[in-house]
């Protein structure tokens, strides 16, 4: 007498299709929201580290050998009234930002600097150094045009003899970008650690019944 295997229950087969489909729409919402959360914090770490820099900048221009890196001049538009923090103490850790760098860096690091370490990650550091200096160079210098063509206002320029671009940037400050776009692969590289990525985009856990439907199928 033979024996068949039992036909596949429709009720089954249909549990087993449903979780598929969710488990491919939760990875693309995953996707979406991971990719959003990088561009949030990639806006947020610029903000806070602009204020940071001010700092930064007024005693390192005061330290031997350091003050090289920085003799980029470093200013807002004169109409604001903003450019007297150069003259703050460094004790009152005084620095300033606008709202609009959040795009400025979000935009960045998630459609540059990410996109140039997925395509050069086996090359030097250096060179990688090099191509994330010169293209945040270019970007604030075109974000700079872009911004007071939109406000009316030069949210920032630079006022040394190493100013392009309508001054909305400086070669002086080349250096300063390099390391920037090290630090933000940096970040980058740490978001996307196999196993922090395999924990985002895991299947839905299957139920009993989803589980013995499957084990149905493959017989």
């Given at each position: 007498?033979?024996?068949?295997?039992?036909?596949p229950n429709s009720d089954s087969a249909s549990h087993s299709f449903h979780i598929r489909r969710a488990n491919l729409k939760r990875?693309?919402?995953?996707?979406?929201?991971?990719?959003?959360?990088?561009?949030?914090?990639?806006?947020?770490?610029?903000?806070?580290?602009?204020?940071?820099f001010y700092n930064l900048v007024r005693v390192a221009q005061h330290v031997p050998v350091l003050e090289m890196l920085f003799r980029f001049q470093w200013r807002v538009?004169?109409?604001?009234?903003?450019?007297?923090?150069?003259?703050t103490p460094v004790s009152t850790a005084y620095g300033q930002?606008?709202?609009?760098?959040?795009?400025?860096?979000?935009?960045?690091?998630f459609f540059f600097?990410?996109?140039?370490?997925r395509r050069t990650f086996r090359q030097h550091t250096l060179l990688r150094a090099v191509l994330y200096g010169f293209t945040i160079l270019f970007f604030e210098g075109f974000c700079g045009v872009l911004l007071e063509q939109l406000t009316g206002y030069r949210i920032w320029y630079y006022a040394d003899a190493g100013?392009?671009?309508?001054?909305?940037?400086s070669l002086y400050i080349l250096p300063i970008w390099m390391v920037t776009g090290l630090?933000?692969?940096w970040i980058y590289r740490e978001l996307m650690d196999?196993?922090?990525?395999?924990?985002?985009?895991?299947?839905?856990?299957?139920?009993?019944?989803?589980?013995?439907?499957?084990?149905?199928?493959?017989?």
């Open positions: 007498m033979e024996h068949t295997a039992p036909a990875n693309a919402r995953l996707k979406l929201t991971f990719g959003l959360f990088r561009f949030c914090l990639y806006g947020m770490v610029g903000l806070s580290s602009e204020i940071f538009d004169d109409r604001l009234g903003l450019n007297a923090i150069w003259q930002c606008s709202l609009w760098m959040f795009l400025v860096y979000g935009v960045a690091c600097i990410e996109a140039i370490y100013a392009i671009m309508w001054q909305m940037t630090i933000a692969e196999p196993d922090l990525v395999a924990a985002l985009e895991s299947p839905l856990p299957a139920t009993p019944e989803e589980t013995e439907a499957s084990l149905q199928l493959m017989q």
